[in-house]
Each structure stands twice: as C-alpha cells, then as structure tokens.
C-alpha cells in the first residue's frame, strides 16, 4: 500500500458527460501529480500541483483541469467526455523536496466512456 | 523519436531464471533512474531508484545505469511467478525536477512455473 488513495476505482459514463476524480496524498507529500495511463500511450504525465499552485502541465487537455485543496487532496475533472478519454487514471505525491524525488502512486481510477 | 525507449515484450521467461530489462533514452540530461513495477489493474510502485552512472542492488533485483550509451537495465536473478508484472522505467533530470518524470512505455514479464 502506496498510502495514496484515489476515488472512485471505476467510472462508466457516456459521451460529453463530466466526471471528478479524486486523490488523497500519502501524509506528508505536498506534491501531487495525475497520469493517464493508455495501452498505446503508456504513462502520460498531465499536471503537478504543489502545497495548493500549480507546478508544472504536461499533456493535458482544456477539457481536463485539477485543483488541489488546503488539506492537499487533489481533484480530475475532466468533462465533454469523448471515447478516447477511456484510461487509466493515475494520482501519484511525493514529498518533492532535493533529496526526495520518488514518486508513490495510488490505485488508479478506470474510467470507460461508452 | 521518443525520449525513452522500451521493449514493450511481453517477455516470457521460466521460473529461476535470470531476466534483464532495459531501456534507452536520448536525453543526457536525465540524472536520477527508476525503475517501476505494475501489477494488472494497479498502480505502480517503485522498485528501483539509482542516481548517475553504476549498480545498485536490493535483494534479486540489481539496476545498471551506463550514463555513456544512455542506457540502463533492471536484471531479476532466480525470477518467481510473482515477478509477473509490466516494469516501468522512468527518469528525470535532476533534483526538485520531479515533474519532468518520463516514462518508458512498459515491458511486459511473465514468469511461467
């Protein structure tokens, strides 16, 4: 057990619907990051978030945003859900100081979109 | 070109034996090395972490890192049917970059009993 926790474990929603997925850091790390995970794609890095600001995007849609909150959980939203948003979503934190750069992960979210 | 490399397998392999894994990146800033394990259905946990250029070994499991070709390798000795799992490399290039995190694509192991 990593001791970070995500919510739900499965989504199934449908096309141009909006879902939020959330994630709970381990104690401690103020750093927080979101993956999708796609066969093809493997583990693409979408967006840091540090003590509350934004750190750092990767690859991540307008339709998708993050924010994370004072007690540092995180939220995914992601809406006008297409297809092709159908992954693996993964919430990871690290402590993200000089010396700490290991990243622990949590379960992952599934989310189909029929 | 992608930054990094990896044989996506699947890799199958006979209880016992020894399995080596690697990957290949372009990108010679890349300082800190990491290697994941991935369970079907889980998230990924770290199994390896190794800075520079060199060996680190912990229990069966010993990672190589060759800064010159850029290339590094996970070697599994006396590999068990539970060492079945997707394994991740992924670096950064240095410290407090740790948003700059790239992962391989995966390789796929199987360890037949």
């Known amino acids: 057990d990593s001791g970070v926790t995500q919510t739900p474990k499965h989504l199934i929603t449908a096309t141009g619907q909006r879902v939020t997925l959330r994630c709970s850091p381990r104690?401690?790390?103020?750093?927080v990051y979101w993956y999708q995970q796609s066969l093809d794609q493997g583990l693409q890095f979408l967006i840091q978030?540090?003590?509350?600001?934004?750190?750092a995007k990767g690859n991540i849609l307008e339709r998708f945003s993050a924010q994370q909150f004072p007690d540092l959980h995180s939220e995914l939203n992601l809406s006008s859900l297409e297809l092709g948003d159908s992954a693996l979503y993964f919430c990871?934190?690290?402590?993200?100081?000089?010396?700490?750069?290991?990243?622990?992960f949590g379960p992952g979210t599934r989310l189909l979109v029929l | 070109q992608k930054e990094v490399e990896q044989d996506p397998g699947p890799l199958s392999v006979p209880e016992g034996a020894i399995v080596s894994l690697n990957c290949t990146y372009s990108?010679?800033?890349?300082?800190?090395f990491m290697w994941y394990r991935q369970y079907s259905r889980k998230g990924p946990e770290l199994l390896m972490y190794?800075?520079?250029?060199g060996n680190k070994e912990d229990g069966r499991f010993t990672a190589q890192v060759d800064k010159s070709s850029k290339y590094i390798s996970l070697f599994i000795r006396d590999s068990q049917p539970s060492d079945s799992a997707t394994y991740l490399c992924?670096?950064?290039?240095?410290?407090?970059?740790?948003?700059?995190?790239?992962f391989g694509t995966g390789t796929r192991l199987k360890v037949l009993a």
């Open positions: 990871a934190s690290s402590a993200d100081t000089s010396r700490q750069e290991t990243q622990y």
């Open positions: 104690s401690g790390d103020l750093s």
């Open positions: 978030y540090y003590n509350g600001e934004e750190r």
């Open positions: 990108n010679s800033a890349f300082q800190y």
């Open positions: 190794t800075y520079s250029s």
């Open positions: 992924a670096m950064i290039p240095g410290a407090g970059e740790t948003y700059k995190y790239i």
